[in-house]
């Protein structure tokens, strides 16, 4: 393409090519000269960093790609959207309780997140939530507000109990949600031994079901929860020891990414019914906890799909103030306190996966000469005329006869008929002939399915210098689609149509599917690369999930990570910078010891000395090489 061409293209355009003013939540956008910026509330209104910038910056602090860049602005953004969402619904509604958010510890680990969201969370008294005795220590570490709750879900076995029942201690609200009835005995139990009071919640098993990808984690056959007969038996045993003050909280997890409102409602008008029959049974009950399931609109359709939720945050909120109003007026109950464990919704916004592109494989065609070479095989020939003869009346018919030629001149090729040379000319007029048909394609009335998957097979490779399985785990495990483009050149027309290849050359470790205003895609936009300048990609909205299911596949290890923050004038603090994993970490992980190993291989060089094939400085030289490369990072390096 000429300048001229590219200039047709502007910014705005690309921005409605990605769907960026969608899914970006107005955190993300293209500025008029082609870059993707983030968008924070400055002191003046609003103020905006292109990524490019921050990339320079993190390689000024010796930080190379691949880089996970968190923006913290962006966490406490979402709190803010969150917790200001429900005060506007309970004060509007008339609603008497109030709302007490839990963070989901396991959605987000890294220490950072957590204690921003503890920091920023203060002032509503945001808590969090532990699955396990290593989150609840994190939670009792992190968390300086008594007010917050911290709830504690999962398997809990004396010790978890006791760490708790400590918390209480400390003046914590901690509370237990029994997920089974050998729990409540222990937890009976342990504070009768440490003499505190327990907070008890439980969690229950709807029939409610929900569409989306966790449908599974819903209904009858959800692994997780009490049954109604299990619950009575809980009700029961704390009758009995004299603690049914104790039961307070009701929960329900109907599964995360809930893609329907209507399955949101639903869920808590149920709940509602199970909370109006426990406190006619005695229990004083004052929380009623939805669990996470906020969902995030991954491809920015606001659909029910599987990436999506037709709903914002501020109607899930009024709805499910209304909904729990409606149901307990009606039994002139006073209005519980409203917890929700949106983990997904606080976090997925503020990292971004950033990396470069170290490589493009493509099938452009070569040039074919003006005339037919004489003395070429008949098959050949014939895939000439083909290829000649393309034309947009019988586009499915060309393409027929070129597979046709094609495979009788492999054939042939087989047979010995066709020599190398030969076929490798005509393999390339086969691309030549594909190529007209993709390019006719747009202009057919109806496409036939085989020739819909026909731009795909001939879409360029890019490789990327990153690991899926690293850093995009559920893009590999759950077919989980998140916005993926380039952060620069975006006034400039991305005429590439493109997957995307990581460095593990694992026929999974790929993206080959994304989202944009007009659906599903199997290949991306994409710019020429130029041969020296670096092409960035971002994978956006990663910030939930992607980092602690990562895995060592082909020993790539943890990406760098970066903290960076907007500040109101509209500069850049770089808060934090974790440089990720050396090749000798991963090797530990996987019980290596690198001392060990570089023994082995000074021993072999040695030897070689000996042998006479290398020279002492070679041997240094080769030893400093190696030790260098076991201090040096993962992934590929410029
Ligand atoms: C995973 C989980 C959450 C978080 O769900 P999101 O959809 O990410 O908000 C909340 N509560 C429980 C019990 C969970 O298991």
Request: proline letters at 4%; a negative charge; glycine letters at 8%.
């Given at each position: 393409?000429?300048?001229?061409?590219?200039?047709?293209?502007?910014?705005?355009?690309?921005?409605?090519?990605?769907?960026?003013?969608?899914?970006?939540?107005?955190?993300?956008?293209?500025?008029?000269?082609?870059?993707?910026?983030?968008?924070?509330?400055?002191?003046?209104?609003?103020?905006?960093?292109?990524?490019?910038?921050?990339?320079?910056?993190?390689?000024?602090?010796?930080?190379?790609?691949?880089?996970?860049?968190?923006?913290?602005?962006?966490?406490?953004?979402?709190?803010?959207?969150?917790?200001?969402?429900?005060?506007?619904?309970?004060?509007?509604?008339?609603?008497?309780?109030?709302?007490?958010?839990?963070?989901?510890?396991?959605?987000?680990?890294?220490?950072?997140?957590?204690?921003?969201?503890?920091?920023?969370?203060?002032?509503?008294?945001?808590?969090?939530?532990?699955?396990?005795?290593?989150?609840?220590?994190?939670?009792?570490?992190?968390?300086?507000?008594?007010?917050?709750?911290?709830?504690?879900?999962?398997?809990?076995?004396?010790?978890?109990?006791?760490?708790?029942?400590?918390?209480?201690?400390?003046?914590?609200?901690?509370?237990?949600?029994l997920?089974t009835v050998?729990?409540?005995?222990?937890?009976?139990?342990?504070?009768?031994?440490?003499?505190?009071?327990?907070?008890?919640?439980v969690r229950l098993k709807l029939s409610t079901?929900?569409?989306?990808?966790?449908?599974?984690?819903?209904g009858d056959?959800s692994?997780f929860g009490l049954t109604t007969k299990e619950l009575v038996e809980i009700i029961d045993?704390?009758?009995?020891?004299?603690?049914?003050?104790?039961?307070?909280?009701l929960h329900f997890?109907?599964?995360?990414?809930?893609?329907?409102?209507?399955?949101?409602?639903?869920?808590?008008?149920e709940a509602?019914r199970y909370y109006i029959e426990m406190?006619g049974e005695?229990a004083?009950?004052?929380?009623?906890?939805?669990?996470?399931?906020?969902?995030?609109?991954?491809?920015?359709?606001?659909?029910?799909?599987?990436?999506?939720?037709?709903?914002?945050?501020?109607?899930?909120?009024?709805?499910?103030?209304?909904?729990?109003?409606?149901?307990?007026?009606?039994?002139?109950?006073?209005?519980?306190?409203?917890?929700?464990?949106?983990?997904?919704?606080?976090?997925?916004?503020?990292?971004?996966?950033?990396?470069?592109?170290?490589?493009?494989?493509?099938?452009?065609?070569?040039?074919?000469?003006?005339?037919?070479?004489?003395?070429?095989?008949?098959?050949?020939?014939?895939?000439?005329?083909?290829?000649?003869?393309?034309?947009?009346?019988?586009?499915?018919?060309?393409?027929?006869?070129?597979?046709?030629?094609?495979?009788?001149?492999?054939?042939?090729?087989?047979?010995?008929?066709?020599?190398?040379?030969?076929?490798?000319?005509?393999?390339?007029?086969?691309?030549?002939?594909?190529?007209?048909?993709?390019?006719?394609?747009?202009?057919?009335?109806?496409?036939?399915?085989?020739?819909?998957?026909?731009?795909?097979?001939?879409?360029?490779?890019?490789?990327?210098?990153?690991?899926?399985?690293?850093?995009?785990?559920?893009?590999?495990?759950?077919?989980?689609?998140?916005?993926?483009?380039?952060?620069?050149?975006?006034?400039?027309?991305?005429?590439?149509?493109?997957?995307?290849?990581?460095?593990?050359?694992?026929?999974?470790?790929?993206?080959?599917?994304?989202?944009?205003?007009?659906?599903?895609?199997?290949?991306?936009?994409?710019?020429?690369?130029?041969?020296?300048?670096?092409?960035?990609?971002?994978?956006?909205?990663?910030?939930?999930?992607?980092?602690?299911?990562?895995?060592?596949?082909?020993?790539?290890?943890?990406?760098?990570?970066?903290?960076?923050?907007?500040?109101?004038?509209?500069?850049?603090?770089?808060?934090?910078?974790?440089?990720?994993?050396?090749?000798?970490?991963?090797?530990?992980?996987?019980?290596?010891?690198?001392?060990?190993?570089?023994?082995?291989?000074?021993?072999?060089?040695?030897?070689?000395?000996?042998?006479?094939?290398?020279?002492?400085?070679?041997?240094?030289?080769?030893?400093?090489?190696?030790?260098?490369?076991?201090?040096?990072?993962?992934?590929?390096?410029?």
């Amino acid at each position: 393409m000429n300048d001229s061409q590219a200039n047709l293209w502007s910014a705005k355009q690309s921005a409605e090519l990605y769907g960026i003013d969608e899914w970006g939540s107005g955190y993300f956008g293209i500025s008029d000269n082609g870059n993707v910026e983030v968008r924070a509330q400055g002191d003046h209104g609003q103020v905006a960093v292109p990524l490019t910038d921050i990339i320079d910056g993190l390689s000024q602090r010796g930080l190379q790609m691949p880089v996970l860049l968190r923006i913290e602005n962006l966490v406490d953004s979402r709190l803010s959207i969150l917790n200001e969402s429900f005060a506007h619904a309970i004060a509007t509604t008339g609603y008497q309780g109030q709302y007490r958010g839990a963070f989901p510890i396991k959605v987000n680990q890294q220490s950072h997140i957590v204690e921003e969201i503890a920091r920023f969370g203060e002032r509503y008294n945001h808590g969090l939530e532990a699955g396990s005795k290593a989150e609840l220590m994190i939670a009792m570490s992190v968390l300086q507000n008594r007010e917050s709750l911290i709830i504690c879900n999962g398997y809990k076995d004396a010790e978890f109990i006791d760490l708790g029942l400590q918390a209480r201690k400390l003046g914590f609200k901690c509370i237990f949600v029994l997920e089974t009835v050998a729990e409540v005995k222990l937890v009976i139990e342990r504070s009768r031994a440490l003499d505190v009071d327990p907070i008890i919640g439980v969690r229950l098993k709807l029939s409610t079901k929900v569409d989306g990808h966790w449908a599974e984690d819903s209904g009858d056959r959800s692994l997780f929860g009490l049954t109604t007969k299990e619950l009575v038996e809980i009700i029961d045993l704390l009758r009995a020891a004299e603690l049914i003050h104790s039961l307070q909280l009701l929960h329900f997890h109907l599964g995360s990414q809930i893609p329907n409102i209507r399955n949101i409602r639903a869920g808590v008008l149920e709940a509602c019914r199970y909370y109006i029959e426990m406190v006619g049974e005695g229990a004083p009950l004052s929380y009623i906890d939805l669990g996470g399931g906020l969902a995030i609109d991954y491809d920015g359709t606001s659909s029910v799909s599987g990436h999506s939720r037709n709903y914002s945050v501020e109607e899930y909120c009024v709805d499910v103030v209304e909904a729990i109003a409606q149901q307990l007026d009606a039994h002139e109950l006073p209005h519980p306190t409203i917890v929700t464990e949106s983990g997904r919704a606080t976090v997925a916004h503020t990292s971004v996966l950033l990396f470069n592109v170290l490589d493009v494989g493509h099938f452009n065609p070569g040039p074919i000469p003006e005339q037919l070479p004489e003395k070429l095989h008949e098959q050949i020939s014939n895939l000439w005329y083909t290829v000649k003869g393309v034309k947009l009346e019988k586009l499915q018919e060309c393409y027929n006869d070129v597979i046709y030629y094609r495979d009788q001149v492999r054939d042939c090729f087989f047979s010995g008929e066709i020599n190398l040379r030969d076929r490798a000319f005509a393999e390339n007029l086969c691309l030549v002939g594909l190529q007209k048909i993709v390019e006719l394609i747009p202009q057919m009335k109806r496409i036939p399915p085989e020739l819909e998957e026909l731009p795909e097979q001939l879409a360029d490779i890019y490789y990327g210098n990153f690991s899926v399985f690293q850093s995009l785990p559920d893009s590999w495990a759950i077919n989980q689609v998140f916005p993926v483009m380039p952060i620069h050149r975006l006034d400039e027309k991305p005429s590439r149509q493109a997957t995307i290849a990581d460095l593990t050359c694992d026929c999974d470790g790929k993206l080959d599917k994304f989202a944009g205003p007009e659906g599903e895609t199997n290949t991306v936009s994409l710019h020429p690369i130029n041969p020296d300048e670096e092409y960035y990609l971002g994978v956006f909205l990663v910030g939930a999930y992607q980092e602690t299911l990562g895995d060592l596949h082909n020993l790539f290890g943890d990406t760098n990570v970066a903290s960076v923050r907007i500040n109101g004038d509209g500069s850049l603090d770089f808060v934090h910078e974790l440089h990720g994993d050396s090749i000798s970490d991963v090797l530990s992980y996987v019980e290596y010891d690198p001392q060990s190993m570089f023994r082995q291989f000074r021993m072999a060089a040695e030897q070689a000395v000996r042998d006479g094939r290398i020279t002492v400085s070679d041997r240094q030289q080769m030893l400093a090489a190696y030790s260098e490369s076991l201090r040096g990072y993962t992934y590929f390096e410029r």
